[in-house]
């Protein structure tokens, strides 16, 4: 669940934007994308203000409605709404410009907006201002119907988007997905992502690259903020840039067009707040002019490429929390969690759990005499080589330095844990190549099982650790259970209870 | 009770009373006259087996408490002290100088759903005391049951919770009827501004897990999914759950099928369970039912089993009664949902109600299984499918 709830974001735009574009008047667009907006967030008031008037707002009865007080809120004047029956309520505001210029006002109970919320305000507004500005743009039959396809045409790419980043799909093939779309969507023969390392730098490297000459991106082209590019531009300005000519475009599109480019297209792309990139699209057809439409499309387009790196950054720092960096397992906090989820479901069908705590023998001598490189290569490959012994369900987590624990997720008793122990035991056993050099390096083992009541998950582990140091005092290279003698591969200890 | 607790019962009381009397007027007037246990009655809820000959229940009711407001709906069962029932009228009464009851009816609700719920809530002008709550009950063969919260919603806004419930007709899906003193509709809202000198408060909680990758929502209108991932919904949904093949082309055995296995869409604070089992179509292999579902949104197919529904009435009675603020409760309003029963078997449905005796010790507790649930306490949302909702007065 944790990892779908990230994608929250996107399909929350998605979800406006399909409601909010099957408006046929400004007045519901509006009041839709008000009452959307709230639900999204689960906030209890929401408002549009229009040239310091609330035209549309939901969560005060009718006559209530604090108007000055919102107005304030887009004019960044205050920073919570009093809501009748609740209190003071933390808001939330995006704007917008262009030709109709307006503002969302949220106000949430209990809760203040996180960055990634705000984000998704913003977005809104966009999406909003999109409706708006295609609505305005309808005059006659045919470009209502056009108008529709194309909103249709929208709705299907954010749709594919929204898929590929539910389903965790590589974020390369994300943004190749938002590039295209936007290429697509467009009618253009070129679109490109340009991303930023940090907020900081000065340069930005391609990302992602549909309809131009090959481009290898293991090694991006890079392109100078301060160079006339529209994407630079698009950055440095924070805004939807546009270019026509052909004399007007920048070096690297002329490198990188399948032809001549005589139009061109930039909007920014944000994480969390700050600039970060630049959505471009390009056209090699000489009488391409680009539309406010067109720069509503792109925009939103942006705005969804802002989502999918906000998302994607905050899956790798939840990795980064949960996953030791060196090995990619488990952290000790993360290896708990789990522990204490399994204990929990043994616990009611009856079933055994073991844990097992691993102790390298002879770690640290490799690693003072042969340095740390060697060390941490000795431990990647321990790493693989237990995760190699263990079945779906089990887990296995390094708890620093050369200390290891496995959790096996259901085991039949004592000669079934031991069974995988021996295992490990003789998988470490086997040499290593580490810097040259063959290595044997040995591993003790303690083994504990789950039955006691109310098993917790730490003194399961602190058991487990016992027994390891009982297996360490008979002799390298073997294991032990807690609380019984067994036979193990020459050792015999003997832990009391 | 003791001795000391008049004063305050006088004041706030809840009483609750249940007839198995075969003629519908005769257990009408039981059910009151054993629900009628203080002084100065504000509101009478009534609760009838769709069996029941509902305008001889009205007049059963009317003759045993003249004059007091009564509002009411039929059932999918029946929920009070002694356990789950079907075929009884059940009656919850409210009353004593510390509460006041307005109530107002909307009809020709089909159409206009979000204006009749706005125009219920105006009950809410009528009543002074501070503590409040709107109780709105709903025919549940109208669609778009979301609409007439909203409705409720726009008109007061956030400072009042909601509760309620959609009136239900034993699974026969021909006619639910509504209760207004001495009327009985269709096609109706009901609103009762319920106000109190103390505390009170909305629980709500359902019991289901999601299985499996989400789907989205590629193609919805008119509260029908049409497809996921961008395929007939039906035949999506069927094969997650590797649904029997009578499931694929028998619209019973599919809303046999299903009613226990709801779709869940993603929202910021969890995962809501929509019933979609009851208006399948399979000529144009859709699925549809009580809670509409946007296209664009995140869904998932869901499973509970008694053990996780039983645990939400737990959590959906003890978050009522949190709110409570530490005031004695002196009732509640239990109203669950019809599907849960196909879950929960009668057994199960036994359990459920031992259950809530065990929250409600020794205060009364009434309510129905409904075709949906209405409980908000944030956020512009009250319509539920699969939960309990519980009101608990102090």
Same mark, same amino acid.
């Given at each position: 669940?944790?990892?779908?709830?990230?994608?929250?974001?996107?399909?929350?735009?998605?979800?406006?934007?399909?409601?909010?574009?099957?408006?046929?008047?400004?007045?519901?667009?509006?009041?839709?994308?008000?009452?959307?907006?709230?639900?999204?967030?689960?906030?209890?008031?929401?408002?549009?203000?229009?040239?310091?008037?609330?035209?549309?707002?939901?969560?005060?009865?009718?006559?209530?409605?604090?108007?000055?007080?919102?107005?304030?809120?887009?004019?960044?004047?205050?920073?919570?709404?009093?809501?009748?029956?609740?209190?003071?309520?933390?808001?939330?505001?995006?704007?917008?410009?262009?030709?109709?210029?307006?503002?969302?006002?949220?106000?949430?109970?209990?809760?203040?907006?996180?960055?990634?919320?705000?984000?998704?305000?913003?977005?809104?507004?966009?999406?909003?201002?999109?409706?708006?500005?295609?609505?305005?743009?309808?005059?006659?039959?045919?470009?209502?119907?056009?108008?529709?396809?194309?909103?249709?045409?929208?709705?299907?790419?954010?749709?594919?988007?929204?898929?590929?980043?539910?389903?965790?799909?590589?974020?390369?093939?994300?943004?190749?997905?938002?590039?295209?779309?936007?290429?697509?969507?467009?009618?253009?023969?070129?679109?490109?992502?340009?991303?930023?390392?940090?907020?900081?730098?000065?340069?930005?490297?391609?990302?992602?690259?549909?309809?131009?000459?090959?481009?290898?991106?293991?090694?991006?082209?890079?392109?100078?903020?301060?160079?006339?590019?529209?994407?630079?531009?698009?950055?440095?300005?924070?805004?939807?840039?546009?270019?026509?000519?052909?004399?007007?475009?920048?070096?690297?599109?002329?490198?990188?067009?399948?032809?001549? +480019?005589?139009? /061109?297209?930039?909007?920014?792309?944000? &994480?969390?707040? *700050? $600039?970060? #990139?630049?959505? @471009?699209? !390009?056209?090699?057809?000489?009488?391409?002019?680009?539309?406010?439409?067109?720069?509503?499309?792109?925009?939103?387009?942006?705005?969804?490429?802002?989502?999918?790196?906000?998302?994607?950054?905050?899956?790798?720092?939840?990795?980064?929390?949960?996953?030791?960096?060196?090995?990619?397992?488990?952290?000790?906090?993360?290896?708990?969690?789990?522990?204490?989820?399994?204990?929990?479901?043994?616990?009611?069908?009856?079933?055994?759990?073991?844990?097992?705590?691993?102790?390298?023998?002879?770690?640290?001598?490799?690693?003072?005499?042969?340095?740390?490189?060697?060390?941490?290569?000795?431990?990647?490959?321990?790493?693989?080589?237990?995760?190699?012994?263990?079945?779906?369900?089990?887990?296995?987590?390094?708890?620093?330095?050369?200390?290891?624990? +496995?959790?096996? /997720?259901?085991?039949?008793?004592?000669? &079934?844990?031991? *069974? $995988?122990? #021996?295992?490990? @035991?003789? !998988?470490?056993?086997?040499?290593?190549?580490?810097?040259?050099?063959?290595?044997?390096?040995?591993?003790?083992?303690?083994?504990?099982?789950?039955?006691?009541?109310?098993?917790?998950?730490?003194?399961?582990?602190?058991?487990?650790?016992?027994?390891?140091?009982?297996?360490?005092?008979?002799?390298?290279?073997?294991?032990?259970?807690?609380?019984?003698?067994?036979?193990?591969?020459?050792?015999?200890?003997?832990?009391?209870? | 009770?003791?001795?000391?607790?008049?004063?305050?019962?006088?004041?706030?009381?809840?009483?609750?009373?249940?007839?198995?009397?075969?003629?519908?007027?005769?257990?009408?007037?039981?059910?009151?006259?054993?629900?009628?246990?203080?002084?100065?009655?504000?509101?009478?809820?009534?609760?009838?087996?769709?069996?029941?000959?509902?305008?001889?229940?009205?007049?059963?009711?009317?003759?045993?408490?003249?004059?007091?407001?009564?509002?009411?709906?039929?059932?999918?069962?029946?929920?009070?002290?002694?356990?789950?029932?079907?075929?009884?009228?059940?009656?919850?009464?409210?009353?004593?100088?510390?509460?006041?009851?307005?109530?107002?009816?909307?009809?020709?609700?089909?159409?206009?759903?979000?204006?009749?719920?706005?125009?219920?809530?105006?009950?809410?002008?009528?009543?002074?005391?501070?503590?409040?709550?709107?109780?709105?009950?709903?025919?549940?063969?109208?669609?778009?049951?979301?609409?007439?919260?909203?409705?409720?919603?726009?008109?007061?806004?956030?400072?009042?919770?909601?509760?309620?419930?959609?009136?239900?007709?034993?699974?026969?899906?021909?006619?639910?009827?509504?209760?207004?003193?001495?009327?009985?509709?269709?096609?109706?809202?009901?609103?009762?501004?319920?106000?109190?000198?103390?505390?009170?408060?909305?629980?709500?909680?359902?019991?289901?897990?999601?299985?499996?990758?989400?789907?989205?929502?590629?193609?919805?209108?008119?509260?029908?999914?049409?497809?996921?991932?961008?395929?007939?919904?039906?035949?999506?949904?069927?094969?997650?759950?590797?649904?029997?093949?009578?499931?694929?082309?028998?619209?019973?055995?599919?809303?046999?099928?299903?009613?226990?296995?709801?779709?869940?869409?993603?929202?910021?604070?969890?995962?809501?369970?929509?019933?979609?089992?009851?208006?399948?179509?399979?000529?144009?292999?859709?699925?549809?039912?009580?809670?509409?579902?946007?296209?664009?949104?995140?869904?998932?197919?869901?499973?509970?089993?008694?053990?996780?529904?039983?645990?939400?009435?737990?959590?959906?009675?003890?978050?009522?009664?949190?709110?409570?603020?530490?005031?004695?409760?002196?009732?509640?309003?239990?109203?669950?949902?019809?599907?849960?029963?196909?879950?929960?078997?009668?057994?199960?449905?036994?359990?459920?109600?031992?259950?809530?005796?065990?929250?409600?010790?020794?205060?009364?507790?009434?309510?129905?299984?409904?075709?949906?649930?209405?409980?908000?306490?944030?956020?512009?949302?009250?319509?539920?499918?699969?939960?309990?909702?519980?009101?608990?007065?102090?």
């Amino acid at each position: 669940m944790a990892g779908l709830a990230e994608s929250l974001y996107i399909q929350q735009l998605v979800e406006l934007l399909a409601v909010v574009s099957s408006s046929t008047d400004e007045a519901s667009a509006v009041q839709n994308a008000v009452e959307r907006s709230a639900q999204a967030l689960e906030a209890e008031v929401a408002a549009a203000v229009f040239d310091d008037k609330v035209v549309a707002s939901i969560g005060f009865p009718p006559g209530a409605v604090p108007h000055e007080e919102i107005v304030a809120v887009t004019r960044r004047r205050r920073s919570a709404l009093d809501v009748p029956g609740l209190g003071s309520c933390p808001a939330v505001t995006a704007s917008w410009a262009g030709s109709h210029p307006g503002h969302l006002v949220l106000a949430r109970w209990d809760a203040p907006f996180q960055v990634e919320e705000q984000n998704l305000v913003r977005g809104m507004a966009r999406v909003l201002e999109l409706t708006l500005t295609m609505l305005r743009t309808l005059t006659v039959e045919h470009a209502i119907r056009e108008s529709l396809e194309e909103r249709q045409r929208l709705l299907e790419h954010l749709f594919t988007i929204q898929r590929a980043i539910s389903r965790r799909e590589d974020l390369r093939q994300i943004l190749d997905t938002i590039t295209n779309g936007a290429r697509d969507l467009l009618g253009d023969e070129i679109g490109l992502l340009w991303v930023r390392d940090d907020a900081e730098s000065g340069r930005a490297r391609l990302a992602a690259a549909a309809g131009t000459r090959p481009v290898d991106l293991d090694h991006p082209p890079v392109v100078d903020l301060a160079d006339a590019s529209v994407a630079g531009e698009a950055m440095v300005a924070d805004r939807v840039v546009v270019r026509h000519g052909q004399e007007t475009q920048s070096r690297m599109l002329k490198l990188l067009g399948p032809g001549t +480019v005589y139009a /061109s297209m930039a909007a920014p792309v944000h &994480d969390s707040g *700050a $600039v970060t #990139g630049a959505l @471009v699209v !390009a056209s090699c057809d000489r009488d391409r002019i680009y539309t406010p439409g067109d720069e509503q499309t792109l925009r939103a387009f942006a705005e969804n490429v802002s989502l999918a790196l906000t998302d994607a950054n905050t899956v790798v720092r939840m990795r980064q929390a949960h996953h030791d960096a060196l090995t990619g397992l488990a952290s000790r906090r993360l290896f708990l969690e789990q522990l204490d989820q399994q204990l929990a479901a043994v616990d009611s069908d009856g079933g055994t759990l073991a844990v097992l705590f691993l102790d390298l023998d002879r770690f640290k001598d490799i690693n003072d005499s042969l340095g740390h490189a060697a060390g941490d290569q000795l431990l990647t490959v321990t790493a693989d080589r237990i995760t190699a012994q263990l079945r779906a369900g089990d887990a296995a987590s390094r708890f620093g330095g050369d200390e290891f624990a +496995v959790m096996l /997720s259901r085991v039949d008793g004592p000669a &079934d844990a031991m *069974a $995988v122990a #021996g295992r490990i @035991v003789a !998988a470490l056993g086997k040499p290593m190549r580490v810097a040259q050099h063959r290595l044997r390096v040995g591993v003790s083992i303690g083994i504990a099982l789950s039955g006691a009541d109310g098993d917790e998950p730490a003194e399961l582990v602190a058991r487990a650790d016992l027994a390891m140091y009982e297996a360490k005092r008979r002799g390298t290279g073997g294991y032990a259970l807690y609380g019984e003698t067994v036979p193990g591969d020459g050792t015999r200890p003997a832990v009391p209870r | 009770m003791r001795i000391s607790d008049k004063e305050v019962h006088d004041r706030r009381w809840m009483g609750v009373g249940r007839s198995s009397l075969s003629d519908s007027g005769a257990a009408a007037a039981d059910a009151v006259r054993r629900a009628l246990t203080g002084p100065d009655p504000k509101l009478l809820v009534v609760f009838a087996a769709i069996t029941h000959d509902t305008e001889a229940v009205l007049a059963g009711v009317a003759g045993a408490a003249p004059g007091v407001p009564v509002i009411g709906c039929t059932t999918h069962g029946e929920i009070g002290p002694g356990g789950p029932a079907d075929g009884t009228v059940t009656v919850a009464a409210l009353g004593g100088a510390g509460l006041e009851v307005a109530t107002c009816v909307a009809e020709h609700v089909s159409g206009r759903q979000g204006d009749a719920g706005y125009e219920v809530a105006g009950c809410m002008r009528q009543v002074t005391q501070p503590h409040r709550v709107l109780m709105v009950l709903t025919d549940g063969l109208v669609r778009d049951q979301e609409s007439i919260v909203r409705g409720c919603y726009r008109a007061l806004g956030a400072g009042i919770p909601l509760f309620g419930g959609a009136a239900a007709d034993g699974w026969r899906m021909s006619g639910a009827y509504l209760f207004k003193d001495g009327q009985v509709l269709t096609d109706a809202v009901i609103g009762a501004a319920i106000a109190s000198e103390a505390p009170i408060a909305v629980g709500v909680r359902h019991g289901y897990r999601t299985v499996g990758q989400p789907m989205i929502v590629t193609r919805a209108a008119d509260g029908r999914v049409l497809t996921l991932d961008d395929r007939p919904a039906l035949d999506v949904y069927l094969e997650r759950l590797n649904a029997p093949p009578q499931a694929y082309t028998d619209p019973s055995a599919f809303t046999a099928f299903a009613l226990s296995r709801p779709l869940g869409v993603q929202r910021r604070s969890g995962v809501e369970a929509r019933n979609l089992s009851t208006e399948v179509d399979l000529e144009g292999r859709s699925i549809g039912g009580g809670g509409a579902i946007d296209p664009g949104g995140l869904t998932w197919v869901m499973t509970g089993d008694e053990e996780s529904i039983l645990d939400a009435t737990d959590g959906a009675c003890q978050d009522a009664l949190d709110r409570l603020a530490g005031h004695e409760p002196i009732g509640m309003l239990t109203f669950s949902c019809a599907a849960l029963r196909a879950v929960l078997g009668d057994e199960g449905i036994r359990r459920e109600g031992e259950r809530l005796e065990r929250w409600a010790g020794t205060m009364p507790f009434a309510g129905f299984y409904t075709y949906g649930e209405i409980a908000r306490n944030h956020g512009i949302d009250g319509f539920h499918n699969q939960t309990l909702a519980v009101l608990a007065l102090s």
